[in-house]
């Protein structure tokens, strides 16, 4: 199955889905890591109640599955915002100013480094290189290489991005307002 497929039914059968990830890819312990990124590539994060079902299907202690999921950074025990900023702070991005960058959006989104914001919109973290050191500072946004980033382009970014999701937000409401079975 494919993983968008996984996605439309992750939000219907989460324990379903998880199951069929499990059973994918064999109950063993060398399949962990990649039981563990399907996990989150389908839900986004790697949520407690998918390490204890992992961990009901495949004998492994949860204790051994968090300590899989803290000890590499790929993974996240929280749900991320719909926009995810990754602050490149590599060599070149950090004498190119990456520290006043991540300060910018930090202020922009109002999250931390390694958190969400409250609204839910954004998560701001902290990465190593994204290999277009040329392009110094860099920052992954949702996805998106944005080159040479300066404080004003980090708020200008945050503030595109919420008037996006506002509009977003604003046209599910009238479409529901229209058709009230929605
Ligand atoms: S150091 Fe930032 S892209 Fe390489």
Redesign the pocket.
């Known amino acids: 199955m494919k993983t968008t497929e996984n996605t439309a039914l992750a939000a219907n059968d989460p324990i379903g889905t998880i199951d069929a990830i499990v059973r994918r890819h064999n109950v063993y312990r060398g399949a962990t890591i990649p039981i563990l990124q399907e996990i989150q590539q389908t839900f986004g994060y790697v949520a407690p109640e998918a390490i204890t079902r992992i961990s009901d299907l495949t004998g492994i202690p949860e204790s051994e599955i968090y300590s899989i999921v803290t000890f590499y950074a790929q993974f996240r025990l929280q749900p991320v915002g719909k926009y995810v900023i990754s602050v ?7 004498l190119a100013g ?1 520290e006043r960058i991540t300060d910018a959006f930090e202020h922009a989104t109002g999250a931390k480094p390694g958190q969400t914001s409250k609204d839910g919109l954004f998560t701001l973290e902290k990465v ?6 040329s ?4 920052v992954n946004f949702n996805d998106e290489t944005v080159a040479r980033v300066t404080p004003d382009k980090a708020q200008a970014l945050v503030k595109t991005a919420r008037e996006t999701a506002a509009k977003e937000k604003t046209a599910k409401g009238e479409s529901r307002h229209e058709n009230p079975s929605v």
């Not at 490149?88 to 950090?94: P, Q, S, V, Y």
């Not at 190593?128 to 050191?133: P, T, V, Y």
């Open positions: 490149c702070h590599g060599t070149a991005c950090h990456a190593a290189c994204l290999g277009c050191c392009l110094a500072p860099v």
